[in-house]
């Protein structure tokens, strides 16, 4: 899944009015920042095979230590807690590691069974969990745009811009993430696991993008639930 992370960090920004939008794209995408790096250094594994399923040509072979549930909960809880101790806000810990344990959830829908739940050498490693919504193009498009198109309504319910940067960046990015989606639904298959690898580092870009994007934003909320704790 692609806009649906992105859509659930989206709606969370009225629950952690003191973490900005780019640390809530940060914590959805938290496995996925941390997959391209142990991909590179061969720890975990992925091959090209077009047709594995009806929407990625990804197959995902190995991927316990980014992806495995037990280890996404560790993962969420040490962003929260960072995340708590540079922002602050009562809620910033919860939040912050519901949303990286969303990213599992939200890929345990789409993908075919291949998400592991522990991480070897723990018993149960061989396990693999997955809905296989990716089995099904227009399902998945309906799913991930539905689901993007209600993120992007909270989240303008819940903020509003300060000046025109407050709109422009934030519009932007939402048109961004729409191209991109479109180029992995519809584009040709990527030329290398290496290309897949260097493209998903990307995703630091989109945080820096929304985190300027929610500076020039302000939460509606912010003055009554938004003080440090």
Avoid: K
């Amino acid at each position: 899944m692609f806009l649906g992370h992105f859509a659930v960090a989206l709606a969370a920004r009225r629950a952690a009015p003191t973490a900005s939008l780019g640390w809530l794209f940060a914590a959805c995408q938290l496995p996925d920042l941390i997959w391209p790096l142990l991909l590179l250094a061969g720890a975990e594994r992925a091959r090209i095979v077009p047709g594995d399923t009806a929407f990625t040509p990804l197959a995902f072979d190995h991927y316990p230590w980014s992806h495995s549930l037990l280890l996404v909960a560790g993962w969420g809880l040490l962003a929260g807690l960072i995340a708590r101790a540079r922002v602050g806000g009562r809620r910033t810990l919860g939040v912050m590691t519901a949303l990286v344990v969303s990213h599992w959830v939200l890929d345990w829908v789409t993908h075919r069974p291949d998400l592991p739940v522990v991480p070897p050498p723990l018993p149960g490693s061989a396990g693999r969990a997955g809905l296989g919504l990716w089995n099904s193009e227009p399902a998945t498009l309906l799913v991930e745009l539905s689901l993007f198109a209600l993120g992007v309504w909270l989240y303008v319910r819940d903020t509003r811009a300060q000046d025109r940067t407050g709109r422009m960046a934030f519009w932007s990015l939402i048109g961004f993430l729409l191209v991109i989606h479109a180029g992995n639904a519809f584009g040709p298959p990527p030329p290398s696991m290496t290309a897949v690898a260097f493209g998903g580092m990307a995703i630091w870009l989109l945080i820096w993008w929304a985190a300027w994007a929610d500076a020039h934003r302000q939460v509606a909320t912010a003055e009554r639930d938004g003080a440090p704790a």
